[in-house]
């Protein structure tokens, strides 16, 4: 459920996204996410 909700927040994942918590973003659609893309905790991405 984790991988289908990273995928609905941003505008594009490739294969096997992964975030912990406290991820933080202002607009989800304009961030892309590559293969094997990993956010450590208290990741901030503002744009």
């Excluded at 289908?4 to 989800?28: A, Q, S, Y």
Aim: no cysteine.
């Amino acid at each position: 459920m984790k991988k289908e909700i990273i995928k609905e927040l941003f505008g594009r994942t490739g294969v096997n996204p992964n975030i912990e918590h406290n991820f933080h973003f202002d607009i989800g659609y304009n961030l892309h996410a590559g293969d094997q893309f990993y956010a450590d905790t208290t990741a901030q991405f503002y744009i």
